[in-house]
């Protein structure tokens, strides 16, 4: 018994890593992929303490504040249809994104704003990449010829990170400390 717990808490067999799925999305970048370890326990201790910032406060910066405020919006969308019938789900998927947003970015994006939309086709697009990717058969892409099964996962990722670079060097040019 104590032999196996030993095992058990030996980081080398805590880890989850798929190479195939790392490789895909650009090598143990982000907490997912990374192996358990120094590393994995200091990125999880990261976004623990930013998630804590982000939402689990109360006043005007809290997360429930923020849905409210979305909901909002997302009513004066809807209202503005006056009464035909209409698919919402863009719209929704697009409020529930402003939620994150704000508080991943201190930013609303609008409703017709172009950029924003493309990165919602892009997140949309990236997880059906994700969906039918081969993960289970990984060996496939060593095989000559074949076509690259994790190319559009790559490159949707890609996009992804493209936006939020821009958004970081946005908030870079406009920062303000006072």
Not at 98 to 109: A, D, E, G, L
Not at 118 to 135: E, S, Y
Request: proline share 3%.
């Amino acid at each position: 018994h104590k032999v196996v717990k030993e095992m058990l808490e030996n980081d080398v067999f805590s880890t989850r890593y798929d190479r195939a799925f790392a490789i895909a999305m650009g090598k143990d970048q982000d907490i997912f992929m990374a192996p358990f370890g120094v590393i994995y326990k200091e990125r999880r201790k990261f976004a623990a303490s930013a998630l804590r910032r982000l939402g689990m406060k109360m006043g005007p910066n809290s997360i429930q504040y923020k849905i409210q405020e979305e909901a909002y919006f997302l009513s004066n969308k809807i209202a503005a249809y006056e009464g035909e019938a209409a698919d919402i789900t863009a719209d929704l998927a697009t409020s529930v994104a402003n939620v994150i947003c704000t508080m991943v970015f201190s930013k609303r994006f609008d409703f017709s704003d172009v950029k924003f939309q493309d990165l919602l086709t892009v997140l949309k697009n990236l997880g059906a990449a994700i969906r039918h990717a081969p993960w289970a058969l990984p060996f496939i892409s060593y095989i000559p010829y074949v076509h690259d099964q994790f190319a559009d996962v790559r490159f949707y990722a890609e996009k992804v990170q493209q936006f939020i670079r821009e958004e970081i060097e946005e908030h870079r040019q406009t920062f303000n400390p006072e």
